[in-house]
Every structure is written in C-alpha cells, then in structure tokens.
C-alpha cells in the first residue's frame, strides 16, 4: 500500500481535473461525449458508448443517478477480470515454455492482483474519468486501489463486448504486460496468500482458513477485517476496502508473526 502511495506521489498524488460530479438526481452523463474521451486518450473508438459509459461509473455514483446496483461497473469488472485473466495466463503460457504450473501460477497472481492494476490505471490517469460521488472524491477515490484496478478490469470488459477479443488482448498486453519484466524484477507485489498456504501445506496439508469477522461501512465504502487461521491458531488480522485486500493484510502478518521469509517467489 505505501508503495502504490510513493507511484501516486511521483505522478502527482492527485488526479487532474476530474469530471464534475452533480447533484443527487442528476441526470446521466453523455456516453456519446465519455466514449469520445476515451477514444481521445486511448484510441478505441466505441460503437456503443454506453459500455464505456458503464465502466467508468464506480456504484457510489448511484447515489447520485438514483439507479439500480446492476448500473454501476461491476457486471464489467466480473466480465473483464476472467478476460484479462486468461489473456496473461495465455501470455505466460507462451512466454515461458519451461515454467512449471506452479510457477506461471505465482507470476500471474502477481500481474493480476488488485494493486498492480490499480498502478497501471493510475498510469494511465484512469481515475480522472471515473463517475464517483461526491463522498468518493471527498476521500481520494480517485487514487484507491480498489476503485482503480476494478475500473480497469471494468474497461477491459466494455472493449471485449464491443471490439472483441483480439482488441480487449491488445489493450492488455499495451498496458498491463508491455512491462511485466520490469513489474516482477521489482518484486513489490508478493501474494502473501500464496506463501501461508505453502507453509500451511508443507506442515499439515490443511489450508489457511479466513474469515471475515466485520463489515462495516456503506455499499460504496465497505470495510471488512479478516481472521486468518492455522492449524487451529489464529496468527493475523487484516483490514481492507475489500475482502481480498484484507485477507492479504491477514497473510502478510501471519507470515511475519511465523518469521517466514517471502523470499523472491517470482521466477524472472
């Protein structure tokens, strides 16, 4: 987490004139004019506007449209999180011919986690044309892992129904995988998951067992803190804007508290 905040720093921590957000009621932006951004920033002419529209529109801004959960990004993000993961699965498939299953399965983990894509979205100043509420805004959401990385999986989901496959595989491998070399030798992004439940197999073939002890917060907000157990002991807590994000949290700590050493889990 402080590592993604140090990138936001050098980028200039905060995003730069972000669309307006209107009063509660308003009406809809104009997908028309938002796919005209887009395709001014990126390229990708859309010829349904109201996908793009959709992907961009986090579902704290519901509160403002006063429309359905099903309207806000997260259909998208479902659709464009199993894309992008078969296309760097793909990827590294053919990139590393002699890699076993084990090993392609930690560098994937490591280029499809939440805080390497919220990178790559701020990067690509994502966050600016996100449709958030005012209560979003007023907290940096514009910069929050969560809302960054699910905003890009939610556009790579907008370009494959509307362009298809082999153009949503070329947005991918422009902006998530053009530096993968450079993503894995800096190493930032350990799945810390993935090494408890190493350890956790190699002692007493159960896995770790998470879970999520509190939820608090609105929808738009939520925060959930999670138990990590194993064999029988609690060993860490985490807290996070996510379940995922927190269950790290709660590995990262039970693997400092078992004195495990990450070590380099990626092989470059």
């Known amino acids: 987490m402080e590592l993604f905040r140090k990138f936001l ?14 009063a509660r009621g308003a009406s809809q932006p104009d997908a028309k004019e938002v796919a005209a951004r887009f395709k001014t920033k990126f390229g990708i002419d859309f010829s349904q506007p109201q996908l793009i529209l959709t992907a961009l529109k986090h579902r704290s801004y519901l509160n403002v449209t006063n429309e359905p959960r099903i309207f806000s990004n997260e259909r998208l993000e479902f659709l464009g999180d199993a894309v992008t993961n078969l296309v760097v699965t793909e990827f590294l498939y053919r990139k590393f011919p002699k ?58 989901g907008a370009i494959y129904l509307d362009q298809g496959m082999e153009t949503a595989r070329r947005f991918i491998e422009r902006y998530l995988l053009k530096d993968y070399q450079k993503i894995l030798k800096r190493g930032l992004y350990k799945n810390y998951k993935s090494i408890l439940l190493e350890y956790a197999q190699s002692t007493s073939k159960q896995p770790p067992e998470y879970r999520v002890v509190e939820e608090s917060g609105p929808d738009h907000a939520k925060q959930f803190t999670v138990e990590v157990w194993v064999n029988g002991q609690k060993l860490g807590q985490g807290t996070g804007r996510s379940k995922k994000l927190a269950e790290q949290q709660a590995a990262r700590q039970a693997i400092e508290k078992l004195g495990i050493s990450p070590g380099d889990q990626l092989e470059k």
């Open 9 to 22: 720093r050098r980028n200039g921590g905060q995003a730069h004139n972000p669309p307006p957000n209107p």
């Open 99 to 156: 890699k076993t299953e084990g090993q392609l399965s930690k560098v994937k983990s490591i280029l499809v986690s939440k805080p390497v894509m919220a990178e790559i979205a701020a990067g690509m100043s994502l966050g600016e044309m996100l449709l958030i509420n005012w209560g979003e805004e007023k907290t940096g959401g514009r910069q929050r892992i969560s809302l960054l990385g699910d905003a890009f999986e939610a556009v790579v």
